[in-house]
């Protein structure tokens, strides 16, 4: 197919591969002098300090109303986005958040909208992680131009709040230059995952929302959008609240699909492709592709002569993996995400079967923690477009190989029949986290079936929801003992090549699973 009739979103990504006879020719140092400052700064607006609501106090039998309510916003957002250490670097110190950002460079930028309540006046406010504060830089109330944004979404009809999430795109491009884009929105689909279950700590229920006019977002919140643009919009639902808020609307709507661009040179390819995923028309909201003969995840893969291997386990139990004593599941769930960390390194040694079931279960059927307090259907963009591969180098109780993973039937199909120890090694850029973990994990779609669906806008939805299932397993490794790590650089066809993986299922994310050293 001639290259201009690919759309943008398939040229940026055929653009943006690895590849091994050119990544070093491509591969530019990291020049220090120029590196980006990992927080937003506001010379002016009110500050509404959350550091003394973080910590329970023992002795209060009950607390008053008011200090309750900021408990629960502090516990949200420390949760969602909180600094949980500082790092010496060569350049700036890194600052290390509950989720985790490819190089430690934090492009999200967390924002918060208020109708007004009786504790938190209506307007705009930034969160500051560093400093775990609200800056309250807009007083005006700015939630009909949300609503018209957002073409009316009526999880915006009852609520009072709102997250936003926006990319800072330097941070990322600093370091990764025009692939940036794939790691920007793979991170925000971690903060997505830690939003989600902060909320179910906080008793809120998250709305998310994809599908809003991008460029009345970015005005309303006074971004430059050559620097930044807004990635998410998330309503807040108070479960508290008597007047809950039933209705669920769209959570992803489409863009236009671009087929016909210029030549983009190196450097100007991620702002360019940015713009061309805007939904720039207010008037109704677009409607989505529709596939014809669409197949189910569930049905692929499932040849009689295949071995097939159930993964069907009983749910993590949170209050007890961490302590084996009885506990809250949500206050160690808690812990989890403040104590978590991406592996550097494993050991080599194997997991056991139970142990990836487990992994599997929590991060692909949340209806099973449901009686934990959990959200038993969480938002994602669209999982039917999300596939799974799982190549096994050391897992007891499982043949060596490459399985699909069917999430609905709950079952591993095993498709090639390898340890791919070494391979992994090269896929991965040379890091030992492929060759020493005993399980890697690869989340793919078919591009062109999700370009039809949704257009270019298509593009940021994968990522955010690959990331977002990275990030379920994070949690869930870190929660059992285990080592866990991410990784978004690898050579692009070549895993499809090794692992049989099929030439049209675009690689998103890798996530290695091990024992860390």
């Known amino acids: 197919m001639p290259e201009l009739q690919l759309s943008i979103a398939q040229h940026y990504h055929e653009r943006t591969k690895y590849d091994p006879q ?238 016909d661009y210029p030549r983009i040179p190196d450097g100007e390819l991620l702002n360019y492709f940015h713009k061309a ?10 409607a989505a592709g529709v596939l014809e003969g669409e197949t189910s995840l569930d049905d692929k893969y499932n040849f009689p002569f295949c071995l097939k291997v159930s993964t069907a386990t009983a749910p993590i139990l949170w209050g007890e993996i961490l302590t084996g004593a009885s506990e809250k599941p949500l206050e160690a769930l808690e812990g989890t995400i403040l104590q978590r960390r991406s592996t550097r390194a494993y050991t080599g040694a194997n997991l056991t079967f139970d142990e990836l079931k487990a992994l599997l279960d929590f991060t692909y059927q949340p209806q099973h923690y449901t009686h934990q307090g959990l959200d038993g259907s969480p938002d994602y963009f669209d999982l039917s477009l999300i596939e799974t591969f799982i190549a096994v180098s050391g897992v007891d109780g499982l043949e060596e190989g490459c399985y699909y993973y069917a999430p609905k039937a709950q079952e591993l199909r095993q498709i090639r029949f390898k340890n791919f120890r070494q391979e992994l090694h090269y896929l991965c850029l040379g890091q030992e986290l492929g060759r020493d973990a005993a399980a890697v994990l690869f989340h793919t779609a078919d591009l062109k079936t999700a370009v039809t669906k949704y257009g270019d806008r298509a593009y940021r939805y994968l990522h955010m929801d690959a990331g977002h299932l990275g990030q379920r397993l994070n949690l869930a490794a870190i929660g059992l003992g285990l080592g866990v790590s991410g990784i978004g650089g690898f050579f692009d066809d070549q895993v499809n090549e090794v692992l049989g993986i099929p030439a049209d299922e675009a690689v998103l994310y890798i996530t290695t699973l091990g024992r860390p050293r």
């Open 22 to 259: 050119t990544i070093v020719a491509k591969s530019q140092g990291l020049d220090f002098s120029r590196q980006p400052v990992p927080f937003k700064e506001y010379k002016v607006g009110a500050t509404f300090d959350m550091k003394p609501y973080m910590r329970e106090n023992p002795e209060a039998v009950a607390y008053e109303q008011e200090e309750f309510w900021w408990r629960r916003l502090s516990r949200l957002l420390s949760c969602s986005y909180g600094l949980t250490a500082r790092v010496p670097t060569m350049g700036m110190p890194m600052y290390l958040r509950t989720a985790p950002s490819a190089g430690g460079l934090y492009p999200a930028e967390v924002y918060l909208i208020s109708r007004g309540t009786p504790l938190l006046p209506s307007g705009l406010y930034n969160y500051q992680p560093h400093t775990h504060t609200l800056i309250h830089f807009w007083d005006s109330d700015l939630w009909a131009t949300l609503q018209a944004a957002c073409f009316g979404h009526l999880a915006l009809e009852n609520t009072s709040l709102a997250l936003l999430t926006t990319a800072i795109f330097y941070r990322s491009a600093w370091r990764y230059q025009d692939r940036a884009y794939r790691r920007i929105f793979l991170d925000t689909g971690h903060l997505l995952g830690n939003i989600e279950l902060a909320c179910a700590m906080s008793k809120y229920r998250p709305h998310l929302i994809g599908g809003f006019v991008d460029e009345a977002v970015n005005q309303m919140l006074f971004v430059d959008p050559e620097q930044e643009g807004t990635i998410s919009v998330i309503p807040l639902e108070d479960l508290l609240d008597s007047n809950l808020n039933k209705s669920v609307g769209t959570t992803a709507l489409p863009s236009a699909t671009q087929t």
């Open 277 to 286: 995923t805007q939904i720039h028309t207010s008037n109704q909201p677009p």
